[in-house]
């Protein structure tokens, strides 16, 4: 019990972590697969944003060397207003400066400009002077600022384009372009994720609880109605599922079924050995105490043998009852059922005649009525049935038995009908129960295992029997079934 006790608990702990995982793993690849998205968006705004400055910082270098080389000094120095205005396709997203080699700033388009550029602009601007700097573009900062560096011509100036990037626009577009469908879609397949486990936790729940109540007896519970389809209102979502509660309530009444033929065994049982051991106890008390005299002891001896015997045929009848569903294959082989219905029935003669019943064997001849099975165990359905048709057929009436081949199902059908009174309808299925008689009431000989037993051996060989209402006899019509040969 402790030990069952701990492995249900290192079962529930490792589903525990494995859902836990799971669930991280997810969060963990959603976070980095937006982080990647927005490094690519970033990128690629970054990388416009290069492109822009470097068009700029060249623009404005071609400018001024072209005013150096039209112009003198003087006339540079004024036309301060050129740069502004080439300044203004920039709109106002950074600032534009000409300096020396050394950082010093001579014009800009800044109101008030410091004197000189950030030391790690007149640091590159410095080394591509000397010829150790290539690159004219380079970002400083979060990724928050782009420098382009271009030089003019052979005036030893350079012109230097400080882009303060802005990344506002781009966070606007992701986060309505990507990370809020994202995070809608997301909830929405947690929604659907969640809804879908509840839709498949209910039924196995209400499956759960109802084998709990029949394992502690309640044969009475039954999975609800909606999850096996049974219902209109239905609320299952797989077709497993509504066919794994269809199978769990006919397990449950296949139990109750047994439960209740238990019962009736066990009450069964009980009738039938306590009346021969009563009659047995009272014998053997008289014997004992002189009530019977001394005399008369032989002939009540023999009423004890007969007592006994009756106990010994009954026992034997439910040893038999209980393994007739099993088949031994090495016992099955091919007979002609024409020949067995003419044997039995000639065996069965004197009980017939003794009722002056007519017996009639309806089978055509010129067609193959071969059958496979155990023969024994066959010729005993066919026995028992034809012997219960003679017990409830009155004096002078008849009997018709019967049988067709069913090549498309591979099986002969066999009919044994009687002109008896036969069978109410509510009462059809419960004659194949163990120890049922139709009327209890009235004495019967036997101890209503015959047809039981029947059904079993039919059960044994994946056969069925029915009773039906004969329509020409007017009595009871069994209907069963004998395997063909396989091809």
Known sequence: MLSSTKNKSVSVDFAVFLNTFLIVSTVIVFAVLLFVSYENMSNKHLTSEQVESSDICVMVASDY????????????????VNLHLKSALFEDKGDIYI??????????????PESSVPTSVSEKIYLAGNGLFQ??????????????????????????????????DLRYEYVEVILLPVLVSFVAAIALFVGFTVL????????????????????SARVDSKFTGDSDNMFVVSSDLMEMARVVNNMIESLENQESDRSIFISSIAHDIRTPLTSINGFVTAMLDGTIPQEMHEKYLLKIKSEVNRIRSL????????????????LMEEF??????DDIISELEPQLQSKNIVSEIRIDRKENTLVYGEIQQLGRVVVNIVNNA??????????????????????????????????DPDKRNKVFESFYKVDPSRKQEGFGLGLYICKQILVGHGQSI????????????????FPLPKE
């Open 99 to 112: 300096c020396d080699v050394n950082g010093t700033i001579l014009f800009s388009n800044v109101s008030a």
């Open 200 to 219: 498949m936790i209910r039924p196995l729940k209400n499956i759960s609880t109802t084998v709990s109540s029949v394992a502690q007896g309640d044969f």
């Open 466 to 481: 029915v009773l039906e209402e004969s329509q020409e006899l007017g009595g009871a019509k069994f209907v069963f079934s």
């Open 336 to 341: 002609d059922f024409a020949d067995m219905a």
């Open 390 to 423: 003679t017990k409830f057929t009155p004096e002078n009436g008849k009997i018709i038995l019967s049988a067709t081949n069913d090549k498309s199902n591979n099986k002969m059908i066999i009919t044994v009908e009687d002109s008896g009174p036969g069978v």
């Open 315 to 330: 026992v034997v009848s439910m040893t038999e009852a209980s393994s007739l569903s099993h088949v031994d294959p090495t």
């Open 65 to 80: 060397l072209y005013l150096h080389e039209s112009s003198g000094d003087a006339e540079i120095a004024d036309s301060n």
């Open 135 to 168: 690159d004219t573009t380079f970002i400083t900062g979060l990724r928050s600022e782009i420098v382009t560096i271009s030089k003019i011509g052979n005036t030893g100036l350079y012109s230097v384009v400080l882009n303060h990037v802005d990344n506002t």
